[in-house]
């Protein structure tokens, strides 16, 4: 099964918005956080072919998850909400539960970059000093004198 095309842009602008309206209830720690991560996002998108702004964006987004969680739940106001501290929580927490679903995405987009998260699967033509294996072109070489 083929997984839509999703544009980093587009991610970016939902967790900037769903941030924009989180920080009306949530300041502090949780804009900081967030807004961080979105920064790294922007270097990601303006460096298309850098795996170290999506590898950053990537991990930050994990971490934001989490960092999400601790703050929703240590300040979420315990007193009755208003209708727009309601809306800005729930979006907050929407936003805390569409980053892995994000982060799923920008997995995939760090993958068509070129890199992989886990041991490497090809075999290079290098070889260690420490090598009994002499490569056949050396071995050729010492059986001829060479003349100068």
């Not at 099964?1 to 967790?15: D, F, R, S, T, Y």
């Not at 995939?108 to 992989?116: D, L, T």
């Given at each position: 099964?083929?997984?839509?095309?999703?544009?980093?842009?587009?991610?970016?602008?939902?967790?900037?918005?769903l941030t924009i309206w989180g920080c009306i209830v949530f300041p502090g720690g949780y804009a900081w956080s967030n807004f961080t991560i979105l920064a790294l996002g922007v270097?990601?998108?303006?460096?298309?072919?850098?795996?170290?702004?999506?590898?950053?964006?990537?991990?930050?987004?994990?971490?934001?998850?989490?960092?999400?969680?601790?703050?929703?739940?240590?300040?979420?106001?315990?007193?009755?909400?208003?209708?727009?501290?309601?809306?800005?929580?729930?979006?907050?927490?929407?936003?805390?539960?569409?980053?892995?679903?994000?982060?799923?995405?920008?997995?995939?987009?760090?993958?068509?970059?070129?890199?992989?998260?886990?041991?490497?699967?090809?075999?290079?033509?290098?070889?260690?000093?420490?090598?009994?294996?002499?490569?056949?072109?050396?071995?050729?070489?010492?059986?001829?004198?060479?003349?100068?």
């Open positions: 099964m083929e997984l839509p095309a999703v544009n980093l842009k587009a991610i970016l602008l939902l967790h900037w918005l270097w990601a998108v303006a460096q298309r072919d850098s795996i170290d702004a999506i590898s950053m964006f990537l991990g930050g987004l994990v971490v934001t998850i989490f960092l999400d969680i601790i703050h929703i739940s240590i300040f979420y106001p315990r007193a009755s909400l208003s209708d727009t501290e309601r809306f800005s929580a729930g979006m907050a927490i929407f936003s805390a539960l569409l980053k892995p679903v994000s982060c799923f995405f920008v997995y995939q987009m760090y993958r068509e970059r070129g890199a992989f998260l886990g041991p490497s699967q090809e075999h290079s033509a290098y070889q260690t000093i420490d090598s009994p294996e002499v490569p056949a072109n050396l071995e050729s070489r010492a059986h001829v004198p060479q003349r100068y």
